[in-house]
Structures are given as C-alpha cells and as structure tokens.
C-alpha cells in the first residue's frame, strides 16, 4: 500500500509561479517512477509530467513543456513539480500518482496509487 500527499496548491496570478509537493510513503519510494496529472472541471484527467524511479529521464506533455519542471527527492521520499509562466488554463485539480514500473508513460493505467489531489486557480 502506498500513500501519497499533495501540497502547494494554491490561488496564483497568471504568469506566476507554484511549487507542488507529493509526500510518499508505504513503499520504496526510488524503486517506481512518478507522475503528475491533472483534472479541471467536466474534463478528463490529463497527463502533466512523468519522472523515472532514479530520477534521471523525465517527459512532459507538450502543454506544459519548458514552463514545468518534474523533479524527486528519493533521501525524503518526495516528488515535485515546480510550475513557472502558469497560465489560466493550467487551472486544475493536480494529482500525484505511483508508476507501477521504473520508467513512466502518460498512460493512466501505468499508476497504481493516487494522491487526493491538491487545487491548483489561476487568475487576476
């Protein structure tokens, strides 16, 4: 069983920045890979950014891309996503999830675990 935290959600203007967390615990945490996702409202959950269990290959949807940044932590079990240049349409419910092998994919069935989620608002 794994259990996993969101944190950093927030209300943010457009153009400004957030840093999300995803606190692990339950598992190895370096032994999978994590990802992001998101949801808005009447929308299907869509891919953000996926992360390998060792850290070292990264991929991200083309929305998001050289504005975000995915990132781990695995001495605290920790999963990040630092979003920059946010804009009103990144507004969405942002879930962490647990891959179930060592290098992630956009596919949703590729997660085992989810966090509850954490709310991310941009606007003026």
């Known amino acids: 069983q794994v259990q996993l935290v969101e944190s950093g959600g927030g209300l943010v203007q457009p153009g400004g920045s957030l840093r999300l967390s995803c606190a692990a615990s339950?598992?190895?945490?370096?032994?999978?890979?994590m990802g992001w996702f998101r949801q808005a409202p009447g929308k299907e959950r869509e891919f953000v950014a996926t992360i390998s269990a060792k850290g070292g290959n990264t991929v991200y949807a083309d929305s998001v891309k050289g504005r975000f940044a995915i990132s781990r932590d695995n001495a605290k079990n920790t999963l990040y996503l630092q979003m920059n240049s946010l804009k009103p349409e990144d507004t969405a419910v942002y879930y962490c999830?647990?891959?179930?092998?060592?290098?992630?994919?956009?596919?949703?069935?590729?997660?085992?675990?989810w966090g509850q989620g954490t709310q991310v608002t941009v606007s003026s």
């Open positions: 339950g598992s190895i945490f370096s032994i999978n890979a």
């Open positions: 999830a647990h891959g179930v092998r060592p290098f992630g994919t956009p596919q949703v069935s590729e997660y085992d675990y």
